[in-house]
């Protein structure tokens, strides 16, 4: 008798792991997953793996993951200064996009330690790659599934020319610039995470549509992270583009002399015959 319920616990708890992952493991991978792994290591957040002995509780999970800011013990506040508090709120009452219910799957499905959730290992980026990145950045190598550039959107210090593009900062990005990106995502494997499922607000609905491939992601983040390493970005491009516009002001200018010039002779040789 004692071995039947043994037996009937056993599948009891699969049938839970199941559910757990049934509801959770999608959840994860399109909202948490380019910011957190669950041993995976650090990425732009935490490792989430073994929360459940970390945290004080799966409620202060769930109210921590609707509003991070709306928890004020000493381990919210920890985990806030340690990673910047750059995690925003994400439930729909408190302006993000998920209702309670997938949040409490998330929740359930991290404590549960993530179950059929697979750690995958890029490929270890080249000199090649970062070349490749700038090449994507700048738009000079279009994308596989046709997203639009990086520079559409963002600048960079050293090869934007003008500045680059000004949409991040008109829908409220707070770092356009993405000199510094590579140190703000948490390094390599962070970003790669963060462009191979973006998160903010109209990369999300662009590249969802329009992944980038892991080759793409993989040379971006050598790009970024090239950039960030610089302490003397190469401006030459940016020269280039100022003495052409001052080169053609000064043209204006000498071509405006010679016809005023020119103009004047002409109008006292007519303004002389007719006297």
């Known amino acids: 008798m004692a071995c039947a319920f043994l ?9 839970q792991d199941a559910n757990v992952k049934a509801a959770g493991l999608d959840n994860f991978k399109k909202y948490c997953s380019s910011c957190h792994s669950i041993g995976g290591g650090k990425l732009v957040g935490p490792d989430l793996a073994g929360l459940k002995e970390r945290a004080p509780s799966r409620d202060w999970a ?7 800011k709306s928890q004020n013990d000493a381990y919210s506040k920890k985990i806030r200064a340690d990673f910047n508090d750059v995690m925003s709120p994400q439930s729909k009452a408190a302006g993000g996009a998920l209702d309670d ?3 409490a799957d998330i929740v359930d499905f991290i ?9 995958k290992k890029l490929r270890t980026a080249t000199a090649a790659d970062i070349d490749t990145g700038r090449a994507i950045f700048m738009g000079e190598q279009r994308l596989t599934n046709g997203g ?12 934007t020319g003008l500045g680059g593009g000004t949409l991040a900062s008109q829908v ?5 610039d993405l000199t510094a990106a590579f140190n703000r995502n948490g390094g390599e494997a962070g970003l790669r995470a963060a462009l191979g499922s973006p998160q903010f607000l109209v990369m999300a609905q662009v590249y969802g549509k329009q992944p980038m491939t892991e080759d793409e992601v993989i040379a971006l983040t050598a790009f970024l992270g090239d950039a960030s ?47």
């Open 7 to 15: 037996a009937f616990d056993a599948r009891e708890a699969l049938a």
């Open 62 to 68: 769930i109210a921590f993951t609707k509003d991070p």
């Open 101 to 103: 219910q997938t949040i």
């Open 111 to 119: 404590f549960a330690g993530g179950p059929g959730l697979a750690q």
């Open 148 to 159: 639009p550039a990086c520079i559409s959107c963002h600048s960079i210090a050293g090869v």
């Open 172 to 176: 409220g990005a707070k770092n356009p």
């Open 229 to 275: 390493r610089k302490t003397e970005p190469d401006q030459r491009s940016d020269y280039l583009i100022i003495y052409g516009i001052v080169g053609a002001i000064a043209l204006l200018f000498a071509l405006d002399f010679i016809w005023i010039k020119r103009f004047r002779n002409v109008r006292k040789t007519l303004v002389g015959d007719q006297s």
